[in-house]
C-alpha cells in the first residue's frame, strides 16, 4: 500500500528515510530477501531455485497428506503473508475509499488506516488497522457488511485492539454448511469403548472428532440457550454405552432445571437430581464415594485407576447441565458448598476415575469461579464477545476463536481448546435426536439379550430355534418375520423389550 499519511513537515522525506523506514517496518520480508540474496549469492541461483522447488513439492505434499498439521505449523503462516500483500494490502486503499473510511488533513491529502498485519485461521482472517486521527472503532462498524463483501468474505466483525488500533475479523470460509455430520455409530461392545477417543462428530478439517476423558479429563461446554449443548452431552453418552451398560461407567447426572434435558435418560443414570437442594446432596455423596475410594486405593497401594479396568472401580462420570442454578441462581449456602464440592472434584479424583462434564450459558466468573480448573473448554454460540476468553481461557478469541459470530442456524459448532494446544479448533457434534436417546435408553438398560447370527433359510439352512423361550420353538411360524434369535439366561423370560433392544 501506498504510504499516504501526511508529512507534517517536521522530517524530511529523503530516499535514505523512506528506506530506513521500509527496512524497520518490514524486518520480516526484507530479512527473508537478504536471506535469499546472501544465500544465491554463496550457492549459486540455480542451486536455490532447485531447493526452493524441493521445498515447494515437500510444502504440497505434506498438506495434502496432512492439511491441519501442515495448516497449524507453515499453513496459516504461508496464508497470512499472501493474504496480506496479495489480497487485502492490494486492494486496501480502494475499499477504505469506497467504504468510507478515509479522512483528510487540512493540507487536504487523504489519510487511509493503515494495514498493520494479518493474521489467518483455517476460517477466519484477522486484519490488525490503525485508525487515522479522528476515526473511531464506530465507523467501521458502520459499513462491516460491505467490508464483508468488498473481501468476499462471509461476515465480518471488529475488536478494538488498543487505542487507536483495530482488528477487522473477515469469515473466509465455513466449512459446516457444507459438511455433512454423521451420527457416529453407537458402540455395543465393551472393547469398543475408548476413552480417550469417544466420537463425536467433525472437526472444520472435515476429520473425526473424539471427545477424550483420558488425556482431556473434564470438559466445561459453554453455550447459549439453543446452542446445541444438548448434542455434545448425549454424544459423550451414547460413545460410553457398553460401559453405561456393563457398570463400568457410573453416571451422577445434575439437571437443576427440573430435569428437562436428562429428564428421558433418567434410566441410565447411578443417581439423578433435578432441583438444587437434591444436586447438592448427589454432589456431597459423588465426593464422599471418592474420597472413600482414594483412601481404599490408598491402602491396597494401587496409585492409579486404570479405565475399564474393572466395574470395581468404575468411571465416575458427574455431569452438570445448567452450572449456574447450582453456582449463582440458588441460596446462599448450597452454592458455597456447590462450588467447594465441585472444585474438590476437579481437582482430586482423576487419577480414581472421577470426571466431570458441565455445561453453563454464562461463564463468567461470578457464575463459574472454578472454571479454570477444567482442562478442556468448549465454547458453542455465545451471547457476548467477552464470553469467548472467559470460557476458552485469555487471549482465546484473538486466535480466532469467534464463538459469538456462529450463528443460530448452526447448533452444535464449537471451539475446543485443550491444556496444552494455543489454538482453539472448530468443531461440530453430531446431532443426537430423542430416537437415538431413546436407542441409548433402551440398549444400555436390557442385559439379557444377545444376537446370534441366524441361520438362512434362503440357503437352505434349518431354523433352530426350538430352545429359545422368546421364539417358543414356533419354527413353523418364522417364515415372515425377521430371522433373529434370542438367547435369554432366563431370569426374564416374558421382557419383550429385551428382543427390542437385540
Ligand atoms: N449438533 C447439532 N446439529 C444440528 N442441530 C442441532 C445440533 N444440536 C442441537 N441442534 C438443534 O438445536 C436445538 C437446540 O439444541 P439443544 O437443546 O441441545 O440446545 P441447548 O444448548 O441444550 O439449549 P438449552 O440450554 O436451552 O437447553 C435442537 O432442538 C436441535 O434442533
Not at 255 to 278: C, I, N
Not at 447 to 461: Q, S, V, Y
Request: with cysteine; glycine share 10%; hydrophobic share 40%.
Amino acid at each position: 500500500m501506498r504510504e499516504t499519511r501526511v508529512n507534517t513537515g517536521d522530517t524530511e522525506r529523503t530516499p535514505a528515510r523512506l528506506l530506513l523506514r521500509f527496512l524497520a517496518r518490514h524486518p520480516r520480508s526484507v530479512g527473508t530477501l537478504a536471506a535469499v540474496g546472501i544465500t544465491g549469492c554463496y550457492v549459486g541461483f540455480h542451486t536455490m531455485l532447485l531447493g526452493a522447488g524441493v521445498a515447494v513439492a515437500a510444502g504440497a505434499s505434506w498438506r495434502l497428506l496432512d492439511r491441519p498439521t501442515f495448516d497449524r505449523f507453515a499453513g496459516r503462516l504461508v496464508r497470512a503473508w499472501w493474504r496480506r500483500w496479495f489480497v487485502y494490502q492490494r486492494k486496501w486503499a480502494d475499499i477504505a475509499f469506497g467504504c468510507g473510511l478515509t479522512s483528510s488533513n487540512r493540507h487536504g491529502h487523504s489519510l487511509v488506516p493503515k494495514l498493520l498485519s494479518v493474521r489467518s485461521t483455517f476460517c477466519w482472517d484477522s486484519l490488525r488497522l490503525r485508525l487515522v486521527r479522528g476515526q473511531a472503532a464506530e465507523d467501521f462498524e458502520q459499513v462491516l457488511d460491505r467490508l464483508a463483501n468488498a473481501y468476499n468474505a462471509r461476515r465480518a466483525t471488529l475488536r478494538t485492539i488498543k487505542p487507536g488500533v483495530i482488528s477487522l475479523d473477515v469469515q473466509k470460509r465455513e466449512p459446516f454448511d457444507t459438511l455433512f455430520i454423521p451420527l457416529p455409530e453407537m458402540p455395543r461392545e465393551d472393547s469398543a469403548v475408548d476413552l480417550a477417543r469417544l466420537p463425536l462428530g467433525r472437526d472444520e478439517y472435515g476429520r473425526d472428532f473424539a471427545l477424550d476423558l483420558v488425556g482431556g479429563i473434564h470438559y466445561l461446554i459453554a453455550g447459549a440457550t439453543g446452542a446445541g449443548k444438548g448434542s455434545w452431552m448425549w454424544g459423550l453418552l451414547r460413545g460410553l454405552a457398553p460401559w453405561i451398560r456393563s457398570g463400568r461407567v457410573r453416571l451422577w447426572v445434575l439437571d437443576p432445571k427440573g430435569g428437562m434435558e436428562f429428564g428421558q435418560g433418567a434410566e441410565l443414570f447411578h443417581r439423578f437430581a433435578t432441583d438444587d437442594q437434591s444436586g447438592l446432596e448427589l454432589t456431597r455423596e459423588y465426593v464422599d464415594t471418592l474420597d472413600e475410594r482414594k483412601t481404599e486405593m490408598g491402602r491396597h497401594g494401587r496409585r492409579t485407576w486404570t479405565p475399564g479396568h474393572s466395574a470395581d472401580y468404575p468411571l465416575d462420570l458427574l455431569i452438570v447441565d445448567e452450572l449456574a442454578a447450582m453456582s449463582e441462581y440458588t441460596d446462599r449456602d448450597i452454592s458455597r458448598e456447590f462450588t467447594k464440592l465441585l472444585s474438590k472434584a476437579l481437582t482430586q479424583y482423576r487419577a480414581v476415575g472421577g470426571r466431570v462434564v458441565a455445561a453453563t450459558q454464562e461463564p463468567t466468573k461470578d457464575v463459574i469461579p472454578m472454571r479454570g480448573l477444567f482442562p478442556t473448554t468448549v465454547a458453542l454460540r455465545l451471547e457476548e464477545a467477552s464470553y469467548v476468553d472467559m470460557a476458552l481461557g485469555e487471549g482465546v478469541r484473538d486466535r480466532g476463536a469467534f464463538a459469538d459470530q456462529i450463528p443460530d442456524y448452526m447448533p452444535g459448532v464449537a471451539y475446543v481448546k485443550t491444556e496444552g494446544s494455543r489454538e482453539p479448533l472448530r468443531v461440530r457434534a453430531a446431532y443426537t435426536s430423542d430416537d437415538d436417546i431413546t436407542e441409548l435408553v433402551r440398549y444400555a438398560t436390557s442385559h439379557d439379550a444377545e444376537i446370534l447370527d441366524f441361520p438362512n433359510r434362503d440357503n437352505g439352512t434349518e431354523t433352530e430355534s426350538a430352545d429359545s423361550p422368546d421364539t417358543g420353538g414356533e419354527s413353523g411360524e418364522t417364515d415372515d418375520i425377521e430371522h433373529i434369535e434370542v438367547i435369554d439366561d432366563g431370569e426374564d423370560e416374558d421382557d419383550d423389550e429385551d428382543f427390542d433392544a437385540a
